[in-house]
Nanobody
Framework: VQLQASGGGLVQAGGSQRLSCAAS????????MGWFRQAQGKEREFVAA????????TCADSVKGRFTISRDNAKNTVYLQMNSLKPEDTAVYYC???????????????????WGQGTLVTVSS
C-alpha cells in the first residue's frame, strides 16, 4: 500500500489543523493505521492509532484531549484532527499502516509495514 499524507502547514498556537493520509489499493480496511511525528533533532514518537474498523483508538498522553484519529474506509483515508495546537506539536507527521491487527504494540513504530512521506506542521507561538 502507498500512503500520501497531506494537510500540514503553518498554524498559530491554539489553532486547529486536520491531516489526511490517503492510501492506495483496495485493502485499506485491513490495516491498522497510525500517526507518528518527528520534531527536528528528536526521535520519532507515536501520536495516535486506529483499528481496522475504526472502533478502537489510542493516542499519546501528550495529545490526549486535543488530537483525534479517525478513518473513512470507503475513502481509503485516515485523518488526524489536531486542536489546541502548541508550539511543541511542531514536527513532521507521518502516517503508517500495519498489516497486523490492533494490539498493545500499535504505539511501536517498528510494527508498521508502510509509511507515508510525511507532512510538516509548524505551530507558531
Amino acid at each position: 500500500v502507498q500512503l500520501q499524507a497531506s494537510g500540514g502547514g503553518l498554524v498559530q498556537a491554539g489553532g486547529s489543523q486536520r491531516l489526511s493520509c490517503a492510501a492506495s489499493g483496495r485493502t485499506f480496511s485491513s490495516y491498522t493505521m497510525g500517526w507518528f511525528r518527528q520534531a527536528q533533532g528528536k526521535e520519532r514518537e507515536f501520536v495516535a492509532a486506529i483499528s481496522r474498523s475504526g472502533y478502537s483508538t489510542t493516542c499519546a498522553d501528550s495529545v490526549k484531549g486535543r488530537f483525534t484519529i479517525s478513518r473513512d474506509n470507503a475513502k481509503n483515508t485516515v485523518y488526524l484532527q489536531m486542536n489546541s495546537l502548541k508550539p511543541e506539536d511542531t514536527a513532521v507527521y507521518y502516517c503508517a499502516a500495519d498489516r497486523a491487527g490492533y494490539s498493545d504494540y500499535v504505539r511501536n513504530g517498528d510494527e508498521y509495514d508502510y509509511w507515508g512521506q510525511g507532512t510538516l506542521v509548524t505551530v507558531s507561538s
